[in-house]
Nanobody, 133 residues
C-alpha cells in the first residue's frame, strides 16, 4: 500500500502563489505515474497536472502556464507550484499515484484520463486551497 501525504494548502489572495507538496511512502519507481487533482465546490474531481514515468507532464487547460508539477525522486516528494491563482482555483487538492502500464504508454495525461478510464491506484487525503478575490 502506498501512502501519500499532501501539505502546503492554505488561503491566498487572487494572483498569489502556493506550493503544494506530496510525500510518498515508497520510491517513485513503485508508482511512476504521479499527479494532482482537485475538486472545487459543487464540481467533480478533475485532473490538474500529471507526470508520467518518462517525465512527460500534462496540464489542464485552465492551469497551463500558471502551474508547474515536479518531483524530487530522492526525497520522494511531488510538488505543484501554483502561480497567479484565481478564485476558481479554490478546492481540495489531491495527490494521486499509479503503477499501471499507462505510466509509460502515454496514457497518463489529462486527456488520457477522461471519462471511462480507471482512476489512479492511490490517493492522498487532500489539502485545501482557498483563493479570495
Amino acid at each position: 500500500q502506498v501512502q501519500l501525504a499532501e501539505s502546503g494548502g492554505g488561503s491566498v489572495q487572487a494572483l498569489g502563489s502556493l506550493r503544494l507538496s506530496c510525500t510518498a511512502s515508497t520510491p517513485f519507481y513503485v508508482t511512476p505515474c504521479m499527479g494532482w487533482f482537485r475538486q472545487g465546490p459543487g464540481n467533480e474531481r478533475e485532473g490538474v497536472a500529471l507526470i508520467d514515468g518518462t517525465g512527460h507532464t500534462s496540464y489542464a487547460d485552465s492551469v497551463q502556464g500558471r502551474f508547474m508539477i515536479s518531483r524530487d525522486n530522492d526525497k520522494k516528494v511531488l510538488y505543484l507550484q501554483m502561480n497567479s491563482l484565481y478564485p476558481e482555483d479554490t478546492g481540495m487538492y489531491y495527490c494521486a499515484a499509479d503503477r499501471s502500464s499507462r505510466c509509460y504508454s502515454g496514457s497518463w495525461s489529462i486527456q488520457g484520463l477522461g471519462a471511462g478510464s480507471a482512476p489512479p491506484d492511490f490517493w492522498g487525503q487532500g489539502t485545501q486551497v482557498t483563493v479570495s478575490s
